[in-house]
């Protein structure tokens, strides 16, 4: 029904900078909250940044200040500008978004994309 196709993981140098992309596509009537998330080996996924329809965000104490988070509500897509990457920002990076559908609302995940930062 939905489909979320993330890009621009990549390996990058501490203090560089990677943004991602999430686009969302198929039977959809409306997105709502959408959002990033990461998950480290060993660890719990943990919310990185959300950000609702209106533009309103929120983001996660070790992240704040360094990422932005963003949307084009016409493309159906969010995304992450990560800078001052550190190796601590090392993880899968999946994106969710609420979405409303002919169906019903649903939350929809994407892929995850591997980011790495190298000290």
């Known amino acids: 029904q939905v489909q979320l196709v993330e890009s621009g993981g990549g390996l990058v140098q501490a203090g560089g900078s990677l943004r991602l992309s999430c686009a969302a596509s198929?039977?959809?009537?409306?997105?709502?909250?959408m959002g990033w998330y990461r998950q480290a080996p060993g660890k719990q996924r943990e919310l990185v940044a959300a950000i609702t329809i209106g533009g309103s965000t929120n983001y996660a104490d070790s992240v704040k200040g360094r990422f932005t988070i963003s949307r084009d509500n016409a493309k159906n897509t969010v995304y992450l500008q990560m800078n001052s990457l550190k190796p601590e920002d090392t993880a899968v990076y999946y994106c969710?978004?609420?979405?409303?559908?002919?169906?019903?609302?649903?939350?929809?995940w994407g892929q995850g994309t591997l980011v790495t930062v190298s000290s």
């Open positions: 198929g039977n959809i009537f409306s997105i709502n909250t």
């Open positions: 969710l978004t609420g979405v409303e559908t002919l169906g019903g609302a649903l939350d929809a």
